[in-house]
Every structure is written in structure tokens, then in C-alpha cells.
């Protein structure tokens, strides 16, 4: 695969001391996990209402557990693919840097990535829809989904539509676009809140933005360069000439 790199570009990465990586399911999709939206998406399938909802989990505990069981059973079967593991060497690069991923599956982390923040929770975490405890061992139990010794229904750590994102997360993230010359997004449709706005906020402050994706998003307009295509392909590219431009400033 060949790309074209602008001048701009090149200049922005050479220039850039801080660096904001945005990702969102697309970047998993190599891995063998299914996105939201678009082909074969999960929201195809499921109405998200009455599985990522404290609503549908209050109605319907059993079928919403389940559901994130099953999602969660996935997770050792799949591996980080190349576009996670250029992304992890990415942070090496650039004086500040922050992944801000949407992704709740850890494969940043089994790829390497340290310097990141998840803004909606991990597959992997559970914490008590009462008293908010997270829960490291879940109880053996024949109820679905078990509870916690307040007597609360476990959940997953993950953030469902209509709920707060973590706030130090989310701050985090904030000041990061806030202060970032470049910007990346990687595999997000960048329609949902407030992530998608990060974005804008680098570009309000001067950043350089790209993003990387299947198809263009509503969002495109907004970046100095698009590269379509697989994240798994393009970002061991840019990776590369990061570590060129790099060695050459
Ligand atoms: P989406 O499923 O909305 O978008 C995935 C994006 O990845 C799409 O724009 C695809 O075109 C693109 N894509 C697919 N395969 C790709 C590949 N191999 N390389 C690059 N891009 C690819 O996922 P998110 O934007 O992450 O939230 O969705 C955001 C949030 O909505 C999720 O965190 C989740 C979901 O509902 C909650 O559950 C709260």
C-alpha cells in the first residue's frame, strides 16, 4: 500500500510536541470484533436502547449481562493487530501524548499502549449498579447477573448511553485536544458525545488533524488529511514516517 504524505503533514508531525490518538471500534475490527455502525455492525443486530442503557439493564438484567458475557468471551480469543501495536509505539515519539480510546476491550493495552485513558470503561471491569464498588472477583452465585454484598446487581464497568463518563477521563482527554499541535482519529464514526467533540476542540486550538477510516465520516470535512482504509494498514505507515520525521528534527 502506498500513501502520499503532504508536506503539511510531514511538517506537522516533525513540529508537533504534543500528539492526541482518538480511537473508536475501527481499529478493533482487524482483531475480529465487530463495530457498532456500519457493516455488520452490532447496532444492526441489537437495539442499543435495550442493551447499553441503566434502563434496559434495570428491566432486563439477565438478557444485558448476557449480552456483555458474551462480548466479553471474545476478548481472549482475539489479538491487538497492527494498527494497535503502531499506535502503542506511537507514544514514544512526541514529548505529550494520550491515546483517548472509546473502546472498552483492552487490546490497546495488550498491545503495548501505557500513556492512554478509556473513556468508556472495560469489558473486563465489573463495579455494582448500587453501591458503585468495583468488583474484583465476582461471587459464585446462581442469580444472573450475581450481586454484591449491598445486595445491588454487577455490572460491567463500561459506560452505558445516558450515563456520566468517568470525569478525571474526561478531563483528561479535554485538556490533551486542548493542547495538542496533532491530532489522530482512528476507526471512530465520531457520532457519539462528548467524544466525538475532542476533535473540534483540537482544532479550535490550532492542531493538525487526521483521521483514518473505512469511509469518510460526518466529521471529515473538519480534517487537514484523510487516509482511507484499514487502520491496520495505514497506521504502521504513518508510524514510519513519524520515526522519519523524527530522526530528522
Ligand atoms: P462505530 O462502530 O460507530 O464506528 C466504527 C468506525 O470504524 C466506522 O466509521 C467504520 O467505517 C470504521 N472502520 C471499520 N473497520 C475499520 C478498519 N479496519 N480500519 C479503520 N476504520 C474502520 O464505533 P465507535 O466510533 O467506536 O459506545 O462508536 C462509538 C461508541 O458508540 C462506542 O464506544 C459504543 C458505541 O455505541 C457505547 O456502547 C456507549
Known amino acids: ?49 435495550k442493551l447499553a442503557t441503566p434502563e434496559a439493564f434495570a428491566c432486563e438484567p439477565k438478557k444485558v449481562w ?3 458475557q458474551w462480548r466479553r468471551e471474545k476478548l481472549p ?7 494497535h501495536r503502531a499506535i502503542a509505539q506511537m507514544e514514544k515519539y512526541f514529548q505529550n501524548f494520550l491515546l483517548v480510546t472509546q473502546n472498552i476491550d483492552g487490546l490497546h493495552q495488550r498491545a503495548g499502549s501505557t500513556k492512554m485513558v478509556e473513556l468508556h470503561g472495560n ?15 465476582l461471587p459464585v452465585s446462581d442469580e444472573v447477573p450475581p450481586r454484591c ?25 479535554w485538556r490533551a485536544a486542548e493542547s495538542a499541535d496533532l491530532f489522530f482519529s482512528v476507526g471512530t464514526s465520531s457520532v457519539v458525545q462528548p467524544a466525538a467533540s475532542l476533535g473540534l476542540v483540537a482544532r479550535n486550538n490550532g492542531a ?15 480534517f487537514d488529511q484523510v487516509f482511507l482504509g484499514k ?5 504502521p505507515l504513518i508510524l514510519e514516517e513519524i520515526i522519519k520525521a523524527k530522526a530528522g528534527s
Open 77 to 83: 480469543l482475539v489479538q491487538p493487530n497492527p494498527g
Open 123 to 137: 469489558l473486563n471491569r465489573n463495579k455494582c449498579s448500587r453501591c458503585g464498588i468495583m468488583i474484583e472477583t
Open 1 to 49: 500500500m502506498s500513501m502520499v504524505f503532504s508536506s503539511d503533514l510531514i511538517e506537522a508531525i516533525r513540529n508537533a510536541r504534543s500528539c492526541l490518538v482518538l480511537t473508536g471500534a475501527g481499529v478493533s475490527a482487524e482483531s475480529g470484533l465487530q463495530t457498532f455502525r456500519g457493516m455488520e455492525g452490532l447496532w444492526d443486530d441489537f437495539d442499543p436502547m
Open 231 to 235: 487502520g491496520g494498514q495505514i497506521m
Open 149 to 173: 454484598q449491598c445486595g445491588g446487581r454487577i455490572r460491567p464497568d463500561v459506560v452505558w448511553f445516558g450515563e456520566m463518563l468517568p470525569e478525571a477521563v474526561l478531563r483528561q482527554a
Open 66 to 68: 448476557e449480552w456483555y
Open 208 to 222: 493538525f488533524l487526521i483521521e483514518v477510516n473505512l469511509e469518510k465520516t460526518e466529521l471529515s470535512g473538519l
